[in-house]
C-alpha cells in the first residue's frame, strides 16, 4: 500500500531564505506524486506533480522538486521563501500509481517571518 | 484550466438536519469524483470515490448511510449529510477528474474550495 511521510509540522523560515518541505513516500508501484498547497478554509492548489519522465519537477511560484527513486523522496524546495508562501503545504502519491486516489500526508505548516 | 465549483463554502444547520454539498465541474467532465473530510490542523482523509453513474465506493469506517453521494452526471457531484450531529462537524473537500483516455494526464486531480460545516 501506498504512504507519504512528510517530515516536520511545523517550518520556520526568514523571508529570502531556502524553504526545504520534506517528503518521503511508499509505493509498490511507480509512482505519481504531487505537492499542493492550502491556505485557510480554502481548497488545495496544485503546486507540481511528477509522473513519468525528468525527474526534476518546477512548478507555480517558484517552487520545484526532486523525485529520488533511490531516497523514495520527493522534497519540495524554493530558493527564497516570500511571506505569502506561509501556508500548509501536502504531499500526496496516487494509490496504486496513475490517476487514482491520492493518499495524503500529515501536511507541513511554513511559517515565514521577515 | 481545469475548474471545479464547490457550495455552498460554509453552512451552519441544527442537529439532526441535512445538508447538501455539491461539487461541479466548470470546464471539463468528471468521471470520477473524491470527497474528502478534513479535521482542523490535520490532512485530508478520503471518504469515498464516485463514479458518473456507479455507485460510490466508501473507504472503510465512512458511513454510507450517513453520507450520501450522488454522482448523476459528469459535471455534477452531491454529498448530503444525512441526520447531522455536531461531530459531523468538518471541512469537506471534493476533487474531480476526467479519467478519460489522455485527459487525467492533462488535468489531474482539481479541487473544489472547500465547504465548512458547522452542525449546532
Known amino acids: 500500500a501506498q504512504s507519504v511521510t512528510q517530515l516536520g509540522s511545523h517550518v520556520s523560515v526568514s523571508e529570502g531564505a531556502l524553504v526545504l518541505l520534506r517528503c518521503n513516500y511508499s509505493?509498490?508501484?511507480?509512482?505519481?506524486l504531487f505537492w499542493y498547497v492550502q491556505y485557510p478554509n480554502q481548497g488545495l492548489q496544485l503546486l507540481l506533480k511528477?509522473?513519468?519522465?525528468?525527474?526534476l519537477v518546477k512548478g507555480i511560484n517558484g517552487f520545484e522538486a526532486e523525485f529520488k527513486k533511490s531516497e523514495t523522496s520527493f522534497h519540495l524546495t524554493k530558493p527564497s521563501a516570500h511571506m505569502s508562501d506561509a501556508a500548509e503545504y501536502f504531499c500526496?502519491?496516487?494509490?496504486?500509481?496513475?490517476?487514482?486516489?491520492?493518499?495524503f500526508g500529515a501536511g507541513t505548516r511554513l511559517a515565514v517571518h521577515p | 484550466g481545469a475548474v471545479v465549483s464547490q457550495h455552498p463554502s460554509w453552512v451552519i444547520c441544527k442537529s439532526g438536519t441535512s445538508v447538501k454539498i455539491e461539487c461541479r465541474s466548470l470546464d471539463f467532465q468528471a468521471t470520477t469524483m473524491f470527497w474528502y473530510r478534513q479535521f482542523p490542523k490535520q490532512s485530508l482523509m478520503l471518504m469515498a470515490t464516485s463514479n458518473e453513474g456507479s455507485k460510490a465506493t466508501y473507504e472503510q469506517g465512512v458511513e454510507k448511510d450517513k453520507f450520501l453521494i450522488n454522482h448523476a452526471s459528469l459535471t455534477l457531484s452531491t454529498l448530503t449529510v444525512t441526520s447531522a450531529h455536531p461531530e459531523d462537524s468538518s471541512f469537506y473537500i471534493c476533487?474531480?477528474?476526467?479519467?478519460?483516455?489522455?485527459?487525467?494526464?492533462?488535468?489531474?486531480?482539481?479541487f473544489g474550495s472547500g465547504t465548512r460545516l458547522t452542525v449546532v
Open positions: 476533487s474531480a477528474r476526467d479519467a478519460r483516455q489522455g485527459r487525467a494526464i492533462r488535468y489531474g486531480y482539481t
Open positions: 500526496a502519491v496516487s494509490d496504486g500509481g496513475g490517476y487514482n486516489k491520492l493518499i
Open positions: 511528477y509522473t513519468t519522465g525528468a525527474t
Open positions: 509505493s509498490s508501484v511507480p509512482p505519481y
